[in-house]
Antibody, heavy 122, light 107 residues
């Protein structure tokens, strides 16, 4: 399972670090990702990270402000969020990515945490 | 970025009905299309990958078809637990993008 933590209320311009604790599978085998959802709205992919943390990708709206990382020894995924804005207010989910196939692999998010709410407001 | 558009945005149906949800991509994505179900206050639940392959444990009343730009999710006989919001998601390119969701309500 995946369990997120670290959400809360933060002022605009502030920082927050989210954590995602993984259990029940070999965490170090998988790409991991963060997806967010504004309450009552749709899903938005935020960032992804490969197995050893050497490849990181971000949605344009958070690039340069958010940093995704992992500690395989602790079976944990992180999202450091800096320079937070009101539009970053959302429930943040961590999710496991399953990949298969050859040169252009298929992939999907098969396991999700319950999410942690981040509210950016003064 | 590839835009994903679902229709309808909401749908009312009865238990036992057959329903179809459509997802359209702004460019061809072959069969790099996944479907998720989300119930209020819960995380998304993964249903279908590669446009038509059912995730293990997902009831066979769910099915997916399509390739290129046009895709469908069909529920052959609605059950009470199927009333939820459904999202398509392309995995053809980064960033992965989701449709806006289709809310399936009880008539």
């Amino acid at each position: 399972q995946l369990v997120e933590s670290g959400g809360g209320l933060v002022q605009p311009g502030g920082s927050l670090r989210l954590s995602c604790a993984a259990s029940g599978f070999n965490f170090s085998y998988y790409w991991m990702t963060w997806v967010r959802q504004v309450p009552g709205k749709g899903l938005e992919w935020v960032a992804k990270l490969n197995q050893d943390g050497s490849e990181k990708y971000y949605v344009d709206s958070v690039r340069g402000r958010f940093t995704i990382s992992r500690d395989n020894a602790k079976n944990s995924l992180y999202l450091q969020m800096n320079s937070l804005r009101a539009e970053d207010t959302a429930v943040y989910y961590c999710a496991r990515r399953i990949t298969f196939g050859g040169a252009h692999p298929y992939w999907y998010f098969d396991l999700w945490g319950r999410g942690t709410l981040v509210t950016v407001s003064s | 970025d590839i835009q994903m558009t679902q229709s309808p945005s909401s749908l009312s149906a009865s238990v036992g009905d057959r329903v179809t949800i459509t997802c359209r991509a702004s460019q061809s994505i072959s069969t790099y299309l996944n479907w998720y179900q989300q119930k209020p206050g819960k995380a998304p639940n993964f249903l279908i990958y590669a446009a038509s392959s059912l995730q293990s444990g997902v009831p066979s009343r769910f099915s997916g078809t399509g390739s290129g730009t046009d895709f469908t999710l069909t529920i052959s006989s609605l059950q009470p637990e199927d009333f939820a919001t459904y999202y398509c998601q392309q995995s053809y390119s980064t960033p992965p993008t989701f449709g806006q969701g289709t809310r399936l309500e009880i008539k």
